[in-house]
């Protein structure tokens, strides 16, 4: 299964004043796409700590997408960053700057350094398409892998994902679909199913089943179970969680004859 | 300004199930408290990946805390990867197995391997009460870095933060104190304010500024201007803050006219 790494980008993440949905919406979307998405990592408007995480994302993930820092203010610097962890120099990229220019030349404001600087990206990367901001995305290919840098601003990051990203994912990724299922089982502690999902999860290797607490442990026990797997069709992946989910339910009837489950 | 790294563990957050509220929590409690946090990662529930991460995380900072990991369940194994990364073999804290024996004897059930897992840590390390869950939280100090495990539900992470931890990291922690304000602009493009911050920041070499777009910067420009500083007091926090807002809002009213700031 291709991996994908997460890189988040911005001080804001970082002194807890904006809560990562950007993350877990990417993250949904990468794995319903076929990948494993195996680290989310937030790092600050720092160009030492988003070379580092590209580098370190680049080395070990096949996809791996951005958010934040493509803006016009002076801490918008990931497009930079992203060049110096490729070692190239940054260059005006004429297709980018042809649509940052045309956004703002729409409204008669003038271009500025700031906004050439949204224009500014690795030498061979492609420039996204931006419908509701003005910085567009950059996707650059190297050695077999994907790398995409989208805007912070969530309505920008996910109009761009969904128009261009996620289309150039169907088209060269993996024939891998996800599939998931959520049961609530109430009246039996964690630890008293831990090893009846240990037992499911070893009669199917292919899926993932885990319990999260949303009750009391000992006072008013209360779970939601949570099943998921990858194949390579649809039909297999629904077929497994549907597999694993009635034999855990049959366990825990069988083992714990007052559980509600539902 | 000491340093402090999060690891939140789960793959619930890795396949965008569960957006990441804890993340976002200690960060704020982690700046209030005088820290700065360098990095949020998030692991999968394998213990190879949390390895990494604490390994990471505690040569890079002062302060590591994660969460997720110490429950009952198969892949609940922050614990035990916690030391592997130290090269400890774990051990059963015989207090920490006494708040799990009588949480779980408090409604007769009975202690099985899953339980007595929850009290396993590295040698040294002392168990933090768990007011509201059964996996009692970890503190472990080796070289004058805090390490703090803690579970992943919010409630009991909440509770065991406040209660333990937030106490400890004020008495040993910088005097440093946090303060924050946020304007909001109409009617200018990011990309127009942009130099004024540089200035503001040039003046005021403590205080960061960023701004945070909300409309749409061409057609209905609406900006959120955040600005922070930490300082030893409380007083020079804030008086910061205050003197870099009224910069702001003076060469953003000398510059934009029209612009509209509350």
């Known amino acids: 299964m291709p991996t994908a790494y997460i890189i988040t980008v911005g001080n804001e993440l970082l002194i807890g004043r904006v809560v990562n949905t950007n993350a877990a919406w990417l993250a949904s979307k990468l794995t319903y796409l076929g990948y494993s998405v195996r680290r989310i990592v937030v790092v600050p408007d720092v160009e030492e700590d988003i070379v580092e995480a590209f580098r370190e994302a680049m080395a070990k993930a096949d996809v791996v997408i951005s958010t934040g820092g493509l803006g016009p203010t002076p801490d918008d610097i990931t497009n930079l960053a992203f060049c110096k962890a490729l070692g190239a120099e940054p260059v005006v990229n004429e297709e980018a700057l042809k649509m940052v220019r045309e956004k703002y030349a729409s409204r008669g404001y003038p271009m500025t350094e700031e906004r050439v600087k949204m224009a500014m990206m690795p030498p061979g990367a492609v420039p996204l398409p931006n419908p509701v901001g003005t910085a567009p995305g950059i996707l650059y290919e190297t050695g ?119």
């Open 144 to 262: 077999g892998k994907i790398v995409v840098l989208l805007p912070g601003v969530p309505r920008e990051m996910e109009a761009i994902f969904e128009g261009y990203v996620e289309p150039l994912l169907k088209s060269r990724g993996p024939p891998a679909h996800f599939s998931e299922r959520v049961v609530t089982v109430r009246g039996v502690p964690e630890a008293d199913v831990a090893p009846i999902i240990r037992e499911v999860m070893r009669q199917n290797p292919r899926v993932y089943v885990k319990s999260h607490p949303k009750g009391l442990e000992v006072d008013a026990p209360l779970l939601q179970i949570h099943i998921y797997a990858s194949a390579p069709t649809p039909q297999e992946a629904e077929g497994a969680v549907d597999a694993a989910l009635k034999k855990l339910v049959e366990l825990i009837k069988s083992k714990f004859s007052n559980a509600a489950i539902y």
